[in-house]
Nanobody, 119 residues
């Protein structure tokens, strides 16, 4: 059973930066590099929102419109880790950030890490 654990969340002022990490473990038939990886977030009272995605090799990325130019997704397949560098944080970036791994029609989710942007 693949296990995803997010870390790095916290409280930051508007304009600040945070880096989130997602550590993956529990691979049996496949490896971390067999999974496309995504970040999602969910603010209180709102639906889960796509933030960013990265291909299995890390050679292509896409971003949600609200974070383009401010967030950077990356991965280190040797370490079984994925990252989200978040710069120029805004109040509306507040929420629980989730790591998601996808392979074919299946996928796994972490339990999330809270990011709070507050003055």
């Amino acid at each position: 059973q693949v296990h995803l654990v997010e870390s790095g969340g916290g409280v930051v002022q508007p304009g600040g930066s945070l880096t989130l990490s997602c550590a993956a473990s529990g691979f049996t038939d496949f490896t971390f590099s067999d999974y496309a990886m995504n970040w999602y977030r969910q603010a209180p009272g709102r639906q889960r929102e796509f933030v960013a995605a990265i291909t299995r090799a890390g050679d292509n990325t896409i971003y949600g419109d609200s974070v383009k130019g401010r967030f950077t997704i990356s991965r280190d397949n040797a370490k079984n880790e994925m990252y989200l560098q978040m710069n120029s944080l805004k109040l509306e970036d507040t929420g629980v950030y989730y790591c998601n791994g996808v392979r074919g029609s299946g996928g796994y989710w972490g339990e999330g890490t809270q990011v709070t942007v507050s003055s």
